[in-house]
């Protein structure tokens, strides 16, 4: 069946680390998209790309990079500089108008 | 640029009740409108989407909604709640033809009671 597979289910970071965040997909969607949701907040786009090798910046896109080397695959580092990422993370892709399929999340926590 | 609010944060129902779920939107045409439901440590599961046409839209599990322009609402329902529908319930708004600009809710957490 195809979806979104995202990896690990669960990451830990120590303070000062890079850690990047997995996102493939198999459902030929053209685009992808990175959200970040914390209890109470709703979810908050990151990055998104519409075609390879092109990402836009999100609403909160400091503190973190993107690449879209594949059709397949969006991952997300969140870097150094990203003050809070404990959260949880979300990928989803669309074509079109369709609404969105959704991975079934990274939780990353700083430790 | 577009908004969405879910004025409950928290509902409780019993178990065969119904439900109505609120969902507020600011945008100066007719958005897109979505509804997703998300279960414990999960993604988001499409539940159904109002793209024009009829404004009453039926989705998965027995959920419809309701587009009212004149409230600017687009509120979920569903006859007869089953103790799996115990979730986090998201509404969504986008323009027309801009996936790209989704907006989300903060979210109504619903609780079902035996």
């Known amino acids: 069946d195809g979806g979104i597979t995202q990896s690990p289910k669960y990451l830990f970071r120590k303070e000062g680390q890079n850690v990047t965040l997995s996102c493939e997909q198999n459902?030929?969607?053209?685009?992808m998209y990175w959200y970040r949701q914390d209890p109470g907040q709703g979810l908050r786009l990151i990055y998104y790309s519409q075609i390879v090798n092109d990402f836009q910046k999100g609403d909160i896109a400091e503190g973190y990079s993107v690449s879209r080397e594949k059709k397949e695959s969006f991952p997300l580092t969140v870097t150094s500089a990203q003050k809070n990422p404990t959260a949880f993370y979300l990928c989803?892709?669309?074509?079109?108008?369709?609404?969105?399929?959704f991975g079934s999340g990274t939780r990353l926590t700083v430790v | 640029a577009q908004s969405v609010t879910q004025p409950d944060i928290h509902i409780t129902v019993s178990e065969g009740a119904s439900l109505e779920l609120r969902c507020n939107y600011s945008y100066g045409a007719t958005p897109y409108l979505f509804w997703y439901v998300q279960s414990p440590g999960q993604g988001l599961q499409l539940l159904l989407k109002y793209f024009s046409g009829d404004t009453l839209v039926q989705g998965i599990k027995g959920f419809e909604a309701e587009f009212k322009r004149s409230q600017s609402s687009f509120n979920l329902r569903k006859p007869s709640v089953h103790w799996s529908d115990a979730a986090e319930y998201f509404c969504a708004v986008a323009p027309p033809y801009n996936n790209n600009d989704m907006r989300f809710g903060a979210g109504t957490r619903l609780t079902v009671k035996p």
């Open positions: 989803a892709s669309t074509m079109g108008g369709s609404g969105y399929t």
């Open positions: 459902l030929n969607h053209d685009a």
